[in-house]
C-alpha cells in the first residue's frame, strides 16, 4: 500500500508542475520574417552591406512586399535582458533607404561606440562581447505587420584586452563568412525520394548540409583566461513548413561535433496539398543562409 | 540549588525569547524572577519546536512554521527565500543561538536545515527588532536548539517520501551531555525511479543533506558551555538535451555551510548573567551552467568568524541593561562567469525561463568584510510604561581586492574603506487594563553590500551601506480560553538599495548602484490559542503593499515579492495519542510584468519579448488546504510516531509562474505541488 501510494503521489507531482505542451515554432500559419541575410556577415564602420529579408506566409514566400529598415541607434540599458533595446521598437533608429526585401546600407560609422567596446572619454564601462567575442549592430526589419531584428555583427576592437592579446587579434582575425546550404535531399524509408510526390500521412526524412569550411574556427578574447581561444562554430538549421509537423524545430551541430549534415523527420499532412518549406542555416555569429522549397504530397495512385 | 537554576532559566529565557512563548510542557512550579517584566514586541511571534512540528503542512518539520506566521510572504516552489515586512529575501537575517546561517530551509525550501528534534524553538521578528541585531534591513528569524537530556540515553530514527533522519544523545555522568543527528534526502531519487528522466530536468528537486552535533558541559554551577557543529548542503544537476545546440541546457549547483560555535552561559549571583558565543564557519555556493553553450559560472566560498557576547545586569529593581557586542568577519573568494543579466536583478525586466543575454564577461575578486557592532539595551519600567531604548553603534570595513576591472595580469588596486553606522532603536509597551498591552517599536538598520555585488566587472566596489526605518505599533489582547489576540501596524522606509544601473554606458565598476528607494507598510492579525483541552490553533492575516523606485522617480513599482493578502489558519486537535491538524493558505499571487508583444531576433532564431509595465500583473492567488494525521504508540521503552501529511488536498493547480509559448503571444502557467501524501515514521527512544 505504502509504494502504491508512493507511486501515485510521484505520479502526480509529476503531472501538476509540468508546463503544457508548447506550440511549434516550426509551423508557419501566418506571415513571418523568418530570416535575415548580411552580405558580408560581419562589417567594419563604414563598410556597405546588401541585406535580404526572408518573408513568408502560408502561401509562400513574399519576394514583392514592402519591407521597412532601419538602423537601431540605442544601445539596451543593463537592465534588459534581451538582444536589443526596446527604444529602437520606436523612434531611436536610423530608417535604411530602400522599401524591398533587399536593401544595401551602410554600416554606421558610430556603431563600434553604441553597440561595441568604444566608450566615451572618460572611464566608461566598455560593452561586453558575446560568447563569440562579437559585437553586433541591430538592423529593424518590419513587414506585414511584423517586426524583426537582425544582429550585423560589426568588426570592433577588443573591449581592454592587454597588449599582447591585441596584437595578436589583430593578426590573427578574420571577418565572418556566410555558410552555404547544400540541396535538401528528402528520403522515406530510407530511400531517396522526389520533392513533388510524398506520400500523405508518411513520415519523410530531409536532410541537409553545408561544408567543412562553413563551420569556422576563429579566435575570440576569453575574458576568464585574458587570452585568446580558438573557437569553432556551431551551425544550426531551422525548419518552417506550411503543414505538417517536424520531428525538431531545430536541429545543429555544436561546435565539437564536425559532422557536416544534419536531418530532421517531418510527418506530411493527411491530405494531399501544396507545402512551402524553408530551411535557414544559421552560423552563431551572424552569418546566414536559407533555401526555399515547394513539397508536393500526394496520395498513392 | 533548584531556585537558582530556575531563575537562571527564566533570565536567559526572559533574554532570548522576549515575545509571548506558549507551550504544553511542563513547567517549573515555583519561579523567582527579578528581572525586568518581558517587553513585547508587536509583530512578534515565537514557536515552540514541539507545536511547530504538530502543524499540518509543515510534515514535521518545525522550521517550516515559519510560512505560517504572520509578516512572512509566502515563497513560491521555485524558492525565492524569506520576505519578511516586504524586504528582499538577501535582507532578512537567520541565526541559530545567535548565531547566523546563510539560509533556513534547503533547496526549494522541502525542509528546513535543521531537523525539529534538535530545535527547541523559532522565534519570528519581521521587524522593528533590538538594537541586540543588526547588518540587515529586514526581519529576524532566530532558532534555538534544544537542551539535551540531562540522563540516558535517547535516540531517533525516521523516514518519510521525502528523506531519511536519525539522532541520538546520550548523558555521560552529570556534567556532560551530548547529541548528533543527521539527515540526507532521497525525494529526487524516488521522483527519479517512477518519473521520465525528463521530469527532474524540469522540476528542480535537489538533494540535500544537513548534520548537527551538540556537547553540553556543565561547569560550576550555575555555568555551562556547549560546542555546535551545524552543516547542510545541497546539489542540484540538471540537463536539457536539445537537437538545437543552442538549446541545450546543463546546469550544476552545489550549496553548503558549516557552523561551528562555543556558547557560553554563566548567571551571576547579583542576578546578572553573561553569554559568549564565538563561532567560525564556512559557505560555498557554486553554479555551473551552460545554455546553447554559453557558459554561466559563479563560484563562491566565504570564510566567516564572529563573536556574539552580552552582559545583562538588573540595575535596580525596574531597570535592566544589556551591553554587548557583535562582531562579524567574512572573507570572500568570488568568481563569475556570463552574462551580465544573470541571474535576474529586482527590477530586472525578464520572464521566467528566458535564455540568458547573449554578452558575456568573466571576474574573479575578494573581499573582506568586517563588522563590530557594540550594543547597549536599557529595559526600564516608567510607571506604566515598560520603555527599552537601546542604541547600536557598527564600524563596517569593506575591503576589494580590484576597484576596476581586470586587464591582463596586470596587479589589481584594491580599495577599503571605514564606514561607521549609528543605529537607535526603541521600544514602548503598557498594560492599559489586564490582559491587554499596547506597544510600539522602530529603530534604524543598516547593511553592508553583499560581496558578490562588490566586484569590479559585475557589481560596484564602491557600494556602501543600505538603510530601513522601521516603525510598528500594536495591541495584544489575552482572551479566556487561552485565545491571544494580537493586531499590528507596520512601515519600512528603505533607502540606498542596491540595483541595477539603467544606463546603457554606465561607468567603469558600476554597474550597480544604491540608487533604489522603497517602502512596505501593511497590518498583520494573529489570533492564536494555546493547546487546551487539546485544541490549539492559530490565524495569521498580513495585508500588505511593498513597492520600489529608483531615486528621483516620482511613481513607485510593486515590490516583485509583494503579495496584498496572506492568510494562514491553523487548527490541531490531540486525542488519545492522536493528533489531527489542519492548515488553509491563501495569497495574493506575486507581481511580474506582463508581455504585450513580441519581435524576432532572426540571427539567434528566436522572438524576444516587449514588456508593459513593469510588476503590471500578478499570479493568480494561491490556496491550499493541508492535513496532517499523527499516532504515537508507545512498544515498551520506546515511542513508535506514525504521520501522514496530505498537502493541497484540494488538488489546486497554483500557478507558480508564467510561461509563453515561442512568440509569447500565448501563455500558461507552472502549477506548484498537487496533492502530496508524505507518509512518515520515526522511532523514539
Given at each position: 500500500m505504502k509504494g502504491a501510494v508512493s507511486l501515485v503521489t510521484m505520479c502526480l507531482v509529476v503531472a501538476g508542475c509540468l508546463p503544457a505542451e508548447a506550440e511549434r515554432?516550426?509551423?508557419?500559419?501566418g506571415p513571418r520574417i523568418l530570416a535575415v541575410r548580411s552580405e558580408p556577415p560581419e562589417s567594419k564602420p563604414g563598410a556597405s552591406v546588401a541585406y535580404e529579408a526572408l518573408v513568408v506566409t502560408p502561401d509562400g514566400d513574399l519576394q514583392g512586399t514592402a519591407v521597412g529598415w532601419a538602423f537601431c541607434a540605442a544601445p539596451k540599458p543593463?537592465?534588459?535582458?534581451?538582444?536589443?533595446?526596446?527604444a529602437c521598437l520606436g523612434d531611436a533608429v536610423r530608417p535604411i533607404v530602400g522599401a524591398s526585401v533587399t536593401v544595401t546600407a551602410t554600416t554606421p560609422t558610430d556603431t563600434c561606440s553604441l553597440f561595441g567596446p568604444e566608450t566615451p572619454p572618460g572611464d566608461f564601462r566598455p560593452r561586453d562581447p558575446d560568447a563569440t567575442g562579437g559585437f553586433y549592430q541591430p538592423i529593424r526589419v518590419e513587414a506585414t505587420g511584423q517586426t524583426a531584428f537582425v544582429l550585423g555583427r560589426i568588426t570592433c576592437n577588443l573591449p581592454n584586452p592587454p597588449l599582447d592579446v591585441a596584437v595578436e587579434f589583430a593578426e590573427r582575425r578574420a571577418p565572418n563568412r556566410n555558410p552555404t546550404l547544400v540541396p535538401l535531399r528528402a528520403f522515406v524509408n530510407g530511400a531517396p525520394t522526389s520533392l513533388d510526390a510524398l506520400p500523405v500521412g508518411g513520415d519523410v526524412r530531409f536532410e541537409v548540409g553545408w561544408s567543412a569550411d562553413d563551420a569556422e574556427v576563429y579566435p575570440a578574447f576569453d575574458p576568464k583566461m585574458q587570452a585568446l581561444v580558438d573557437q569553432r562554430e556551431a551551425l544550426r538549421v531551422s525548419w518552417y513548413a506550411t503543414a505538417g509537423s517536424f520531428e525538431s524545430d531545430v536541429a545543429g551541430r555544436s561546435s565539437?561535433?564536425?559532422?557536416t549534415t544534419v536531418s530532421n523527420g517531418w510527418r506530411t499532412p493527411d491530405e494531399a496539398s501544396r507545402v512551402f518549406l524553408w530551411v535557414v542555416l544559421r552560423d552563431g555569429r551572424g552569418g546566414t543562409d536559407f533555401a526555399r522549397y515547394t513539397l508536393d504530397v500526394k496520395s498513392p495512385p | 540549588m533548584r531556585g537558582r537554576v530556575a531563575y537562571m532559566a527564566a533570565v536567559l529565557a526572559a533574554c532570548s525569547f522576549p515575545g509571548a512563548a506558549h507551550s504544553d510542557e511542563p513547567r517549573p512550579a515555583e519561579v523567582t524572577v527579578r528581572a525586568a517584566p518581558r517587553k513585547r514586541d508587536p509583530g512578534r511571534a515565537t514557536v515552540r519546536a514541539a507545536e511547530a512540528r504538530r502543524?499540518?503542512?509543515t510534515r514535521d518539520d518545525a522550521l517550516r512554521i515559519v510560512e505560517s506566521l504572520p509578516g512572512v510572504a509566502r515563497g513560491g516552489f521555485f524558492g525565492g527565500g524569506l520576505v519578511l515586512w516586504g524586504?528582499?529575501?538577501?535582507d532578512s537575517r537567520v541565526t541559530v543561538d545567535g548565531v547566523e546561517i546563510?539560509?533556513?530551509?534547503?533547496g526549494n525550501g522541502l525542509?528546513?536545515?535543521?531537523?525539529s528534534s534538535f530545535v527547541k524553538a523559532i522565534d519570528l521578528a519581521?521587524?522593528?527588532?533590538?538594537?541586540?541585531?543588526?547588518?540587515?534591513?529586514g526581519g529576524l528569524v532566530r532558532v534555538t536548539t534544544r537542551e539535551l537530556p540531562a540522563e540516558g540515553i535517547h535516540g531517533s530514527i525516521g523516514a518519510d517520501f521525502l528523506d531519511a533522519a536519525g539522532m541520538v544523545s546520550a548523558a555521560v555522568g552529570d556534567r556532560v551531555r551530548a547529541s548528533a543527528a543527521a539527515r540526507t534526502s532521497h525525494f529526487d531519487r524516488l521522483v527519479a525511479a517512477v518519473a521520465p528522466p525528463s521530469v527532474l530536468d524540469v522540476v528542480p528537486i535537489p538533494r540535500y543533506h544537513d548534520y548537527q552535533l551538540k556537547v553540553s558541559l556543565a561547569l560550576r554551577e550555575d555555568e555551562a558551555i556547549s560546542a555546535v557543529l551545524l552543516g547542510a548542503g545541497d546539489a542540484l544537476t540538471r540537463t536539457q538535451p536539445s537537437s538545437d545546440p543552442a538549446n541545450t541546457r546543463v546546469e550544476s549547483t552545489e550549496s553548503s555551510f558549516q557552523r561551528f560555535y562555543l556558547r557560553y552561559m554563566r548567571a551571576l549571583p547579583d542576578g546578572a548573567n553573561v553569554v559568549i558565543v564565538p563561532f567560525f564557519g564556512r559557505d560555498r555556493e557554486r553554479r555551473d551552467a551552460s545554455f546553447g553553450g554559453v557558459p554561466q559560472a559563479r563560484d563562491t566560498l566565504t570564510w566567516r568568524y564572529g563573536l556574539r557576547a552580552s552582559y545583562r545586569v538588573p540595575?535596580?529593581?525596574?531597570v535592566v541593561v544589556t551591553a554587548g557586542v557583535d562582531a562579524l568577519a567574512s572573507r570572500a573568494s568570488l568568481f563569475r562567469q556570463g552574462?551580465?543579466?544573470?541571474?535576474?536583478?529586482?527590477?530586472d525586466l525578464y520572464v521566467f525561463g528566458q535564455p540568458p543575454g547573449s554578452d558575456i564577461n568573466a571576474d574573479d575578486w575578494s573581499t573582506n568584510i568586517v563588522d563590530v557592532g557594540p550594543f547597549l539595551v536599557a529595559q526600564m519600567r516608567l510607571g506604566p510604561f515598560l520603555v527599552t531604548p537601546g542604541l547600536r553603534a557598527d564600524l563596517f570595513l569593506v575591503e576589494g581586492s580590484r576597484s576596476t576591472p581586470r586587464v591582463g595580469q596586470t596587479p589589481g588596486i584594491g580599495s577599503s574603506r571605514l564606514l561607521p553606522a549609528l543605529d537607535p532603536r526603541l521600544s514602548v509597551s503598557v498594560?492599559?487594563?489586564?490582559?491587554v498591552t499596547i506597544s510600539a517599536s522602530g529603530g534604524l538598520y543598516h547593511q553592508p553590500p553583499s560581496a558578490e555585488d562588490l566586484?569590479?566587472?559585475?557589481?560596484?566596489?564602491n557600494l556602501v551601506l543600505s538603510r530601513a526605518a522601521h516603525a510598528s505599533a500594536g495591541a495584544s489582547v489575552r482572551l479566556p480560553a487561552g485565545l491571544d489576540v494580537e493586531v499590528t501596524g507596520f512601515f519600512v522606509a528603505l533607502d540606498d538599495l542596491v540595483v541595477r544601473s539603467r544606463l546603457p554606458t554606465p561607468k567603469l565598476?558600476?554597474?550597480?548602484?544604491?540608487d533604489g528607494e522603497g517602502e512596505s507598510f501593511g497590518m498583520q492579525v494573529l489570533a492564536r490559542r494555546q493547546l487546551r483541552n487539546g485544541l490549539y490553533g492559530w490565524i495569521a492575516y498580513t495585508a500588505s503593499r511593498s513597492e520600489r523606485r529608483y531615486a528621483g522617480e516620482r511613481s513607485s513599482r510593486l515590490f516583485?515579492?509583494?503579495?496584498t493578502h496572506v492568510l494562514t489558519a491553523t487548527a490541531g486537535y490531540e486525542w488519545r495519542g492522536w493528533n489531527f491538524g489542519v492548515r488553509f493558505r491563501h495569497a495574493t499571487g506575486a507581481p511580474r510584468t506582463p508581455v504585450v508583444g513580441s519581435f524576432y531576433d532572426t540571427t539567434a532564431g528566436r522572438f524576444q519579448p516587449i514588456f508593459g509595465a513593469q510588476n503590471g500583473t500578478r499570479l493568480p492567488s494561491f490556496q491550499a488546504l493541508d492535513l496532517r494525521v499523527q499516532k504515537a504508540i508507545s512498544v515498551r521503552r520506546a515511542s513508535v510516531v506514525l504521520s501522514l501529511d496530505v498537502t493541497n488536498v484540494t488538488n489546486q493547480h497554483n500557478p507558480e509562474e508564467i510561461v509563453y509559448n515561442y512568440d509569447f503571444s500565448r501563455k500558461s502557467f507552472i502549477s506548484g505541488l498537487p496533492v502530496l501524501a508524505i507518509l512518515g515514521a520515526r522511532v523514539e527512544l
Open positions: 515554432e516550426s509551423l508557419v500559419t543593463l537592465t534588459e535582458n534581451g538582444s536589443v533595446s526596446t565539437e561535433d564536425l559532422a | 502543524v499540518a503542512g524586504a528582499a529575501p538577501g546563510p539560509v533556513l530551509y534547503h525542509r528546513g536545515v535543521l531537523p519581521p521587524g522593528a527588532y533590538g538594537a541586540e541585531y543588526g547588518r540587515a534591513l540595575i535596580t529593581r525596574d552574462s551580465l543579466t544573470l541571474p535576474p536583478r529586482e527590477g498594560s492599559p487594563v489586564d490582559h566586484g569590479p566587472v559585475f557589481g560596484a566596489p565598476a558600476a554597474a550597480l548602484t544604491q516583485e515579492h509583494d503579495q
